[in-house]
């Protein structure tokens, strides 16, 4: 008895490759070494994965936004309107205000301090690390800030401890200290040229070309300062969003699915059985280029037609005989997964990255189930739990970092946030207090301002007093200057009375 056999062909799509042709080549390779320390992750990969999400850059423009985009001012250490505050000290801390907002205003002549620091951040938000380079005047000072582009920045080891000069402050009077400090160097490469820089406060003169440390290095080859953010407390930062790395892959893989969906119009997953024949290689060719021709929504509907040929057997007879042939097309759509083509995947992995960074939909602009109340209470925690610790914790940085040598010790830099304060709101919790006395018309003029949209300055002393009290004093007083008017008006009516005699005395 003949053995039957059974012969299977694929037939797929010869679909163009989804793999990227791009090369990230580290131009450090051959620089990595005990002082030069390798990055754990891919920077450029790091940061180019923002283009291929579709929800990691709004994660990163939701931070930077609240974070400084709201900008950056001065703010006193103390309550300059306390009592015991002298007038000598009132002035010495209104020069030191105008230095510290002419500092802020000058830190960058193209762009805002804040834009710049924006920069650095969504770096760090992207690949946990950022840059800025502090530019010094001729007395020392920091005078301004640039911008450095984090994929091409390495770190380099520890140097030896030096010796360097702290401003801390001991019963309220400012004292220099002196302790040991380790630095590390930069080093930064962009086609093929290397540029070395000193961390911030490194008092040492260092070569920018080779990173070694000489008092002889010429001007023009001393090399700057830089300031590190990052996220974490390693020598590179590492992005919040790490761990879900995998899933924002996945999602860009559906997302590309989706697209040679359209783009190659629709396949249905199916088998051609044959039975009792073989399908024709001229029919195999046509199916072949039926598939791969099946591109775009101008081929979506097409006719498919199979030959099959038969096989022949012979008969008792001794006859060949072709025997009848029958040709299924049998779907296998159902063993597919049924996910809408991923919808459900991109879905979560847009909540994973959301949870990465600790922001509602809100801050995404995905705000369809939000009401009012839903939507204020999740800005107020947002506020609470995720922006106002990072602005503290930048700002702190700053003001260490900066302060000391601008020699500014009782102002600050504070980065601004939302205002939350509804007006209307406002006046409604007042309104009790205000019918009790307990408020004064001073107190309202920065409510009435917000309201009115421009700044009210304050009223005369008097008016620091609550509206009863006014009230009271004008009616006590009023008597008193009504009996003085009369008395006025008494001596004015003798003195014209007197005139009139006088003038009378003078007619011929």
């Known amino acids: 008895m003949a053995q039957q056999q059974m012969r299977v062909r694929v037939v797929k799509v010869e679909a163009p490759s989804a793999t990227t042709r791009q090369i990230y080549e580290d131009e450090f390779k051959n620089l990595y070494s005990d002082e030069v ?13 923002a283009k291929y999400s579709t929800i990691l850059q709004q994660c990163v423009d939701a931070y930077r936004t609240n974070i400084v985009g ?16 002298s007038e000598k000290v009132k002035k010495q801390v209104e020069n030191e205000w105008v230095r510290l907002e002419e500092f802020i205003k000058y830190l960058h002549f193209d762009e805002s301090a804040e834009t710049i620091l924006g920069y650095a951040l969504e770096d760090r938000e992207k690949t946990g690390n950022g840059f800025i380079e502090v530019l010094r005047d001729g007395l020392g000072r920091p005078a301004g800030i640039e911008y450095v582009d984090c994929q091409n920045m390495r770190v380099c080891s520890y140097t030896v401890p030096e010796e360097v000069e702290f401003t801390i402050t001991e019963n309220g009077v400012p004292k220099k200290i002196k302790r040991w400090k ?29 990173g070694k440390f000489d008092e002889n290095t010429p001007e023009h080859l001393r090399a700057t300062e830089v300031i590190h953010f990052k996220i974490g407390s390693g020598t590179y930062g590492i992005p919040r969003w790490i761990g879900h790395i995998v899933s924002l892959y996945g999602a860009r893989k559906a997302e590309e699915l989706n697209y040679m969906y359209f783009k190659q119009g629709r396949h249905t997953p199916a088998a051609i059985i044959v039975e009792n024949g073989m399908l024709s290689e001229t029919s195999f060719n046509q199916l072949q280029e039926y598939m791969n021709s099946i591109e775009g929504v101008e081929n979506a509907h097409k006719f498919l037609l199979l030959e099959a040929e038969g096989i022949e057997t012979t008969t008792d007879t001794g006859m060949d005989k072709p025997a009848p042939v029958k040709v299924q097309i049998k779907s296998l759509a ?10 459900e995947y991109d879905q979560k992995t847009r909540e994973k990255l959301r949870s990465a960074f600790r922001l509602p939909p809100l801050y995404t602009g995905e705000a369809h189930e939000y009401n009012r109340a839903t939507a204020d209470t999740a800005r107020k ?63 309202l003029r920065d409510l009435l301002g917000r309201v009115l949209g421009k700044t009210l300055e304050e009223w005369p002393e008097e008016f620091n007093l609550p509206f009863q009290m006014i009230l009271r004093e004008q009616q006590t007083t009023f ?15 003798m003195l014209l009375k007197d005139m009139r005699d006088v003038l009378e005395e003078l007619k011929p």
């Open 334 to 343: 159902e063993v597919l997964q049924q996910d809408a083509l991923f919808l």
């Open 70 to 85: 709201f900008g950056l001012q001065p703010d006193y250490t103390f309550d300059i309107n306390a009592k015991d505050v």
């Open 381 to 443: 925690i947002t506020e609470e739990q995720v922006f106002q610790p990072e602005r503290n914790s930048l700002a702190n940085k700053l003001n260490t970092l900066f302060l000391p040598a601008l020699e500014l010790q009782r102002v600050k830099i504070t980065l601004k946030g939302p205002d939350f304060r509804d007006p209307v709101e406002i006046a409604k919790v007042l309104t009790p207090f205000i019918n009790a006395g307990a408020v004064s018309p001073n107190d």
């Open 37 to 49: 320390i390798e990055p754990p992750y891919n920077l450029k990969e790091l940061k180019r994965i």
């Open 479 to 493: 008597p008193i200057m009504m009996q003085k008017s009369k008395e006025q008006q008494n001596d004015l009516i």
């Open 182 to 210: 380790k630095f590390r160097r930069y080093v930064q490469m962009v086609n093929g040229k290397k540029v070395f820089f000193k961390e911030y406060g490194d008092p040492r003169v260092m070569n920018l070309t080779n």
